[in-house]
């Protein structure tokens, strides 16, 4: 029964980006952000579980980017959606449907990731996750700057131009696979998550664009330690 466990854990993930598709309709885009969140928990250990209890599968795989594609890149395009249709002038009304393109890159970098043989160990470009995960913060922050970004439409195009470049870069970024928990190999990913958490624990949902710029790098600096000659991590 145990090797149901990842595609279960996967299946919850999907089913939080469908719940925050239907919240943000129904506009409670607090509610659409939280799910991204919870999503984001169910996508980290359906991969964990999958490789604690040796459950991989083709089929797992190809689920895990599909409920990717719904809680990573659909949702995240119906906040920042919701938010341009509230705040462009009319003249301009149909330019919120720039926000899938979030959606649409979303989907190409999980096309690529599919059969890129590079991304085993680490990731090419910003993940789905870290991508919703920013996206997120928006409503949920209740700091008097982000919130004036929020009601600027210009800023908000530009956020959806930026994020759809960086899922398609080739910015090399670390993927938190472990194999093993000891210090040594996983360096990097401790004091990146230990850091992470200091920063949301002090700064709650407004250290989010902090936690994606800390997790940039982190990345460089761990590709060019083990650059370095004699180094390893």
Known sequence: MVRYIPNFLTICNLLSGCIGIVLIAEGNLNGGAYMIWLAAIFDFFDGLSARAFSAHS???????????????????????????????????????????????????????????TRQKSSFIGLPTPASALLISALPLSNIPLVEQLMNNYIFLILLVLVD?????????????????????????????????????????????????????????????WRSSPGKSS
């Open 58 to 116: 083709s089929i797992g795989g190809e689920l895990d980017s599909l409920s990717d594609m719904v809680s990573f890149g659909v949702l995240p395009s119906f906040i920042i959606y919701a938010l341009l249709k509230d705040i462009l002038p009319e003249a301009f009304s149909d330019l919120a449907f720039v926000a899938f393109a979030i959606a649409a890159f979303s989907a190409i970098r999980l096309a690529i990731f599919n059969i890129d």
């Open 164 to 224: 759809s470049y960086l899922l398609v870069s080739n910015i090399q970024l670390m993927a938190f696979k472990f194999d093993g928990f000891g210090w040594q190999k996983n360096k990097f990913k401790y004091s990146f998550m230990l850091i992470s958490l200091i920063l949301v624990i002090l700064l709650n949902t407004i250290a989010i664009p902090l936690v994606i710029l800390l997790y940039i790098i982190f990345s460089i600096l761990k590709k060019s």
